[in-house]
Nanobody, 126 residues
Framework: QVQLVESGGGLVQAGGSLRLSCAASGRTLSTYAMGWFRQAPGKEREFVAA????????YYANSMKGRFTISSDNAKNTVYLQMNSLKPEDTAVYYCAADSTVAVVASYPKSDLKLWGQGTLVTVSS
């Protein structure tokens, strides 16, 4: 059974950077697309970015473009989210998820995605 495990969250000051990791265990996810999502307190979970496993196709939510970068390392079966110039409003639990294509991943919540991690908390202080 495939599991997704996020790491890299923590407390950072506004303007700082963090890199989140999502490691897949159980089997390779070479046929999947991966995505990052976040859920702030009292808000709905929202799409952040998605990537196909080869890394050749990425897609970002408009509000995330420019500060966030998604990437993948096939050899490590890991997807990353580099977050720069963090703001207090970026405070949220960040989740990774997997499904068949970037389009499906980015369509959440219209689509229920096949795999989810447990989330990692990012707190940005002002």
């Amino acid at each position: 059974q495939v599991q997704l495990v996020e790491s890299g969250g923590g407390l950072v000051q506004a303007g700082g950077s963090l890199r989140l990791s999502c490691a897949a265990s159980g089997r390779t996810l070479s046929t999947y697309a991966m995505g990052w999502f976040r859920q702030a307190p009292g808000k709905e979970r929202e799409f952040v970015a998605a990537i196909n496993w080869s890394g050749g196709n990425t897609y970002y939510a408009n509000s995330m473009k420019g500060r966030f970068t998604i990437s993948s390392d096939n050899a490590k079966n890991t997807v990353y989210l580099q977050m720069n110039s963090l703001k207090p409003e970026d405070t949220a639990v960040y989740y990774c998820a997997a499904d068949s294509t970037v389009a499906v991943v980015a369509s959440y919540p219209k689509s229920d995605l096949k795999l989810w991690g447990q989330g990692t908390l990012v707190t940005v202080s002002s």
